[in-house]
């Protein structure tokens, strides 16, 4: 009985240690933005105003859709938009 406890208490400390060592990794991670109007058709980052789901573009470079992108990218990019179209 007394490996059985030694064996959870061991795989306890490393589930603890692996979390706190990725919040410390989460204040490292590059900031973000979507970039709208560069996505390439079923190459979309999550759901849009015309379909619900990541992967779904319909056409290359549709307005509504966008991809994360490191933050200062999009505005490199020719058609790249920071904000998305108005809905109809």
Known sequence: MKN???FIAAGLAAVIGAGSQ?????D???AVEKCYGIA?????DCKTQSN???????ADKQAD????LPAG?????????????ADN
């Open 4 to 6: 059985a406890n030694t």
């Open 28 to 30: 490292e991670m590059p």
């Open 65 to 68: 859709t966008f991809v994360a």
């Open 73 to 85: 990218t999009c505005q490199r990019i020719v058609g790249g938009s920071l904000t998305a179209p």
């Open 52 to 58: 619900i789901c990541a992967g779904h573009a319909f």
């Open 22 to 26: 990725a919040v410390s990794y989460a």
């Open 40 to 44: 390439k058709a079923g190459k979309n």
